[in-house]
């Protein structure tokens, strides 16, 4: 049997772009968003793809998935079997601006998400991946992704169809993922929230799953994830990043980032 291998690839001198490459891969994700718009790519096995409202959708070899930033998904191995895919991860603010430049239209963040099972855009995908974790120099890496995100109009791709309406309205919505989002590690309540909302704590969670497809304390632990990659790209120390992020302890915060990103803190920090 193929033993499982992890890849990460990233680069300081490129810091809006990350990638990585898994293969037989049993790893299971909760569900989780990312503030990067985010392509993964299926190579071998199947996977079931969650965060549209129609239910799981199921990913064959060669399918490709397109997920905007702070769109609420998963993307698992079916029961009991094992996977191969790659995944990357693009800064939403660097591709709006290279978007603008190309003349085509950036997915908002918490768009549908969008699935390819076209051959070709998964061939250049693929040789991208492959020039990124290579020797080349950062010019013609950077160059390689430049052309590729301008290259390619990926709304032609059939659309998944987005979670509920929001029941709440807008400025309460932005407001509430502000506070989350840049809330310090003490505990930040239901209750306050709540208050904030001007809705009972019930209420909340139901207008904000919604909204988001997360509960408010869901989403919290998906911000601090992605604060704590950050973090660790900086260099920080794994117990001080799990002190920052308010977590009882780095067993703790180790178990939670893992659940999210599929490694380690410290397999992520080395890769």
Same mark, same amino acid.
């Given at each position: 049997m193929p033993s499982t291998r992890s890849q990460l690839w990233r680069d300081p *001198?490129?810091?809006?772009?990350? =990638?990585?490459?898994?293969?037989?891969?049993? *790893?299971?994700?909760?569900? /989780? =968003?990312?503030?990067?718009?985010?392509? @993964?790519?299926?190579? &071998? +096995? /199947?996977?079931?793809?969650? @965060? *549209?409202?129609g239910g799981p959708q199921r990913l064959t070899p060669g399918t490709l998935v397109l997920v905007p930033a702070r769109r609420? /998904? *998963?993307?698992?191995?079916?029961? +009991?079997?094992?996977?191969?895919?790659?995944?990357? /991860?693009? +800064?939403?603010?660097w591709l709006a601006r290279l978007r603008l430049e190309s003349g085509l239209k950036a997915a908002e963040p918490g768009a549908p998400a969008r699935i390819s099972g076209a051959p070709a855009l998964y061939r250049a995908f693929c040789a991208l991946n492959a020039l990124l974790f290579s020797a080349a120099d950062n010019t013609e890496k950077e160059a390689a992704v430049v052309a590729f995100m301008g290259d390619h109009d990926f709304s032609v791709h059939p659309a998944l169809a987005a979670a509920p309406a929001p029941t709440l309205a807008m400025?309460?919505?932005? @407001?509430?993922?502000?506070?989350?989002?840049?809330?310090?590690?003490?505990?930040?309540?239901?209750?306050?929230?709540?208050?904030?909302? @001007?809705? +009972?704590?019930?209420?909340l969670i139901r &207008?904000?799953?919604a909204a988001t497809g997360l509960t408010p304390h869901a989403y919290l632990v998906n911000a601090r994830v992605n604060r704590?990659?950050?973090?660790?790209?900086?260099?920080?120390?794994?117990?001080?990043v799990a002190y920052q992020l308010g977590f009882a302890d780095q067993s703790h915060f180790q178990r939670v980032f893992k659940a999210h990103v599929g490694v380690t803190p410290g397999q992520y920090r080395l890769g």
């Open positions: *001198a490129l810091p809006w772009v990350e =990638s990585r490459r898994a293969c037989q891969s049993r *790893a299971c994700y909760k569900a /989780h =968003s990312h503030p990067t718009f985010s392509i @993964g790519a299926v190579d &071998a +096995g /199947h996977s079931r793809f969650s @965060g *549209a409202s609420v /998904h *998963a993307c698992n191995p079916e029961p +009991g079997q094992a996977w191969s895919y790659q995944m990357l /991860h693009v +800064g939403a603010d400025p309460t919505l932005r @407001g509430l993922i502000e506070r989350i989002e840049t809330e310090q590690p003490e505990p930040l309540g239901l209750e306050t929230l709540a208050e904030q909302a @001007g809705l +009972g704590r019930y209420q &207008a904000f799953r704590g990659r950050i973090l660790l790209r900086e260099g920080l120390a794994l117990a001080e």
